[in-house]
């Protein structure tokens, strides 16, 4: 039995998310320590972006969220095979891996936050830009024209690209008039470019205070594309991430490459499922979020596992 986890990164969270997870029988001390973050009426808060963008609140609401999940789903699924997060996502997928605790996790999540927004505060207003249709090539030119660069890599002709928010402009109206497809995200900062390199030491700082373990999954890195175990990888790994592009592409690759029978995305949200899906379709993926109760989502996932096996 092998099963991958995805985790998913800020603004995927909405205001009908996962409604289910809030109706466990036992309380969450996740759920918990989020509502302490956040508010006991965090949920209804959704519905403001302007709340629920920042990074203060998503980066540790999608952080705790992915481990409330797991915490509910994880006595009767097998142990993942492999796990990857994308963006903050990454967080969660360290504590699922085995690196470090929930709460340890939760901490995490509102530095790094923090370290974002802090260097953030030192340049123009940022965001970031999702670009289809393109080859790498072709864009290359126009971000070098606008002063803009790649934060995350999707696929050969899928990027996502950050830089200041005038520049991010300037560029999407070059390439609409050009035919190219393009969709503002809703983030306020350059995640994943230069304009985050002040993060770096920051984090860096914060997580050599911290006891980071052997991951028990094959955890696979923004920062390389690739599995990482030493904890002083990971360590490094952690903190660079939030200032260079993040190959995403390749990440999915090496979840792959372990020989996963099924995916789940466990957060909100089907960007992740939906972009495996069509990477890898001989590998199913689900998102957490597309099912009304645990149970559907466990059948699921075994169905899957004991489908693939039989083949």
Known sequence: MSLGLLIPGQGTQHPAMLPWLLHAEAPDPTLDRLAKALGTDWRTRLDDPRWATRNAVAQPLITGLALALWARLRADLPAPTAVAGYSVGEVAAFSIAGVFDADTALDLAQARAQAMDDAAAHHPAGGLLAVRDLAADALAPVLQRHGLAVAIRLGPQRHIVGGPATALTAA????????????????????????????????????????????????????????????????????????????WDRCMEAVAERGVQCVLELGPGTTLSKMWNARFPSIAARSADEFSHPTAVIDWVRHQIARATAQ
């Not at 035919?179 to 993060?199: E, F, K, N």
């Not at 914060?206 to 990888?233: H, I, K, Q, S, Y």
């Open 172 to 247: 999407e109206q070059e390439l609409v008039a050009d035919g190219v497809s393009c969709t503002r995200l809703g983030v306020q900062i350059a995640s994943h470019t230069p304009m985050l390199a002040d993060a770096v030491p920051a984090l860096a700082a914060v997580v050599e205070a911290r006891t980071f373990a052997m991951p028990r999954a094959a955890l696979v890195c923004n920062a390389t594309g690739e599995v990482v175990r030493r904890p002083a990888a990971l360590r490094d790994a952690f903190a660079r991430q939030v200032a260079q592009t993040v190959p």
